[in-house]
T-cell receptor, first 111, second 113 residues
Framework: QKEVEQNSGPLSVPEGAIASLNCTYS??????FFWYRQYSGKSPELIMS????GDKEDGRFTAQLNKASQYVSLLIRDSQPSDSATYLC???????????FGAGTRLAVHP | KAGVTQTPRYLIKTRGQQVTLSCSPI?????VSWYQQTPGQGLQFLFE???????NKGNFPGRFSGRQFSNSRSEMNVSTLELGDSALYLC????????????FGPGTRLLVL
């Protein structure tokens, strides 16, 4: 079993729709979870960090964490073509300052 | 505040050579982590340095090594390059070594021929 599971996509949504990205992880003691966005040929950029169960909103982005289910998701409201990228889910194993990444979900927002 | 910088941005080497990559963290950040990204394996953790000490290490052979200087700048070295070492090497910095968000540099793209 991989430490982080993500649907590789591509996830295709029309402009203005809500994109829903999901991720499951294996480390029960992890406290830190992150979503990064990576455009083709570029480095990952942080979208959101989340540490507590529940929802965290930042502009058009909402991260949801459910530690009991070992599940974290990212919702992108009013999707724009500029949101087309690969979205990487990551967590820090308990006690370690290293990120464990999923394979990423490719999102395509079409006009 | 300036972001993480990495040099060089692109590099072409041949098998058997060695390479040194450099990373300057965000000002005030003392932790530097290195990652390798390939199409097949994705993003994988190499090692982390904090206050000039290697704190964490990923599952890579001993050909991959690193160090950190007193100004928090870090270098990684790959000796006896193999074709499979072709990858994007990313450096990320954080303020401390505890659960902090890591910010990535632009990466060094290494091609081994």
């Amino acid at each position: 079993q991989k430490e982080v599971e993500q649907n590789s996509g591509p996830l295709s949504v029309p402009e203005g729709a809500i994109a829903s990205l999901n991720c499951t992880y294996s480390d029960r003691v992890s406290q830190s979870f992150f979503w990064y966005r990576q455009y083709s040929g570029k480095s990952p950029e942080l979208i959101m960090s989340i540490y507590s169960n529940g929802d965290k909103e930042d502009g058009r982005f909402t991260a949801q964490l459910n530690k009991a289910s070992q599940y974290v998701s990212l919702l992108i409201r009013d999707s724009q073509p500029s949101d087309s990228a690969t979205y990487l889910c990551a967590f820090k194993p308990g006690g370690y300052n290293k990120l464990i990444f999923g394979a990423g979900t490719r999102l395509a927002v079409h006009p | 505040k300036a972001g993480v910088t990495q040099t060089p941005r692109y590099l072409i080497k041949t098998r058997g050579q060695q390479v040194t990559l450099s990373c300057s963290p965000i000002s005030g950040h003392r932790s530097v982590s290195w990652y390798q990204q390939t199409p097949g394996q994705g993003l994988q953790f190499l090692f982390e340095y904090f206050s000039e000490t290697q704190r964490n290490k990923g599952n890579f052979p001993g050909r991959f090594s690193g160090r950190q200087f007193s100004n928090s700048r870090s270098e990684m070295n790959v000796s006896t390059l193999e074709l499979g070492d072709s990858a994007l090497y990313l450096c990320a910095s954080s303020r401390t070594s505890e659960g902090e968000t890591q910010y990535f540099g632009p990466g060094t793209r290494l091609l081994v021929l």
